[in-house]
């Protein structure tokens, strides 16, 4: 009776544990259809500031790493939808009196930056956007700071590196050497724009310079308009891709003060004319499907098969506002 017993609690247990299961893969499933119709609702965190101020807040949004629409999100796909998201519900926040953006970047591709600093300069619109530089905001990080309402950096920041830059790789000797050849078919005289196997002609040169006079010439138009600056001094001077540590930048005009982050959030109460405020950051909500992830990224060893000891973090052919040198490859 005591062996039947157990095997039958047993069973129950088994039995409550997988319905359990079917009952959270159900959840998980119903958050996932709901999530394209509703809108994303972040959650707050309690950073710093006066706790009591639940009516009064400043809203720490942080911008890090390679500015790119392929880096994976926390609360979307990718972190440039992150940056709107977050951006949005601060933007529409009543409670929220200002922002904060804390950026620590080399900068990204082009069009990522230019959709932030969009984002940026649309939110100082509606409130008061301090900008906090961290060890960098070069390049594409200092295309989207200038959408701010005030740029603070510390001493030590890099900022500036104001250009464009795009590569690629030309392996026909190589190619040459070990006995290969490349067949390329095409429909016309610039399709294969930038094909490594083959050395650039002089029309495509020109033709890939003209891009990327281009894209700068928009670059320097933006600094020039929003630090209020004469374009041709930039263009001869401190928009030829140098960079700036915080007392350079301050002096060039390409910040507006300097200080440590909580020089930052005075000034962003400052502006924000509130004496005292809670300052929050947004954290994503729960889910049961990210349950799941962290179990199954736990229980799956992550291996990686690669003969690179280190990934080249941008692509052969694209346009950035990037400072190569932060990754040592320069």
Not at 75 to 99: P, W, Y
Not at 212 to 231: G, L
Not at 253 to 260: A, E, H, R, T, V
Not at 300 to 318: A, E, R, T, V, Y
Request: a positive charge; aromatic letters at 10%.
């Amino acid at each position: 009776m005591n062996k039947k017993g157990g095997c039958f609690s047993v069973f129950l247990i088994l039995i409550l544990c997988f319905s359990l299961l079917l009952n959270l893969i159900f959840l998980s499933i119903l958050q996932t259809k709901k999530a394209p119709s509703a809108p994303l609702a972040l959650e707050e965190e309690f950073v710093g500031g006066d706790f009591a101020m639940k009516d009064v807040k400043i809203a720490l949004i942080h911008l890090r790493g390679l500015i790119s629409q392929d880096e994976g999100g926390t609360f979307t796909q990718n972190a440039v939808e992150d940056m709107k998201v977050q951006l949005k519900a601060a933007r529409e926040d009543k409670k929220v009196k200002g922002i904060i953006i804390a950026i620590n970047s080399p900068g990204g591709e082009v069009n990522a930056s230019d959709v932030i600093y969009h984002e940026i300069r649309l939110t100082r619109n509606v409130k008061p956007v301090v900008i906090y530089m961290e060890s960098m905001a070069a390049s594409g990080g200092y295309y989207s700071a200038v959408g701010g309402t005030y740029l603070m950096a510390n001493d030590l920041t890099i900022t500036g590196s104001i250009g464009v830059i795009m590569e690629s790789f030309l392996v026909k000797d190589l190619m040459e050497k070990v006995g290969i050849k490349a067949l390329t078919f095409k429909s016309g005289k610039m399709k294969d724009l930038l094909n490594p196997t083959r050395e650039m002609t002089p029309e495509e040169q020109a033709f890939v310079q003209g891009l990327i006079d281009e894209t700068y010439n928009k670059f320097v138009s933006i600094v020039a308009k929003e630090r209020h600056m004469d374009i041709n001094k930039l263009k001869n001077n401190l928009a030829d891709g140098r960079i700036f540590m915080g007392q350079d930048a301050l002096k060039n005009g390409l910040i507006d003060g300097l200080g440590y982050f909580e020089d930052a959030f005075n000034k962003c109460k400052e502006l924000s004319k509130v004496p005292s405020a809670r300052l929050i950051r947004y954290v994503p909500p729960f889910k049961f499907s990210n349950l799941f992830r962290l179990f199954s990224k736990e229980m799956i060893p992550n291996i990686k098969l690669s003969p690179q000891p280190f990934q080249w973090p941008i692509s052969s052919g694209h346009l950035y506002y990037l400072y190569p040198q932060a990754f040592g490859l320069n």
